[in-house]
């Protein structure tokens, strides 16, 4: 299950940085499971990897545009 930008978008930072918290720790475990052997679904590697890419472009960018209305 991918997360779609537009879902993002309307998140307020402090629920993309828990929900960024939660896919790090989703992404430690399928390591763990991938070095033990037991991973089976190792698509799902790929869609948290991006998942935690996105959270982290649209946080920047919501940093930008506060930046940018201060100045």
Do not use: C, W
Request: hydrophobic share 45%.
């Amino acid at each position: 299950m991918a997360l779609a930008a537009k879902e993002l978008n309307d998140k307020t930072p402090d629920q993309l940085r828990e929900q960024l918290v939660a896919l790090k720790k989703e992404a430690f475990n399928l390591r763990f499971q991938q070095a033990t052997g037991q991973l089976e679904n190792t698509a799902r590697m790929r869609s948290v990897r991006r998942d935690v890419a996105r959270i982290n472009t649209i946080l920047n960018q919501k940093a930008a545009a506060a930046a940018g209305t201060e100045a």
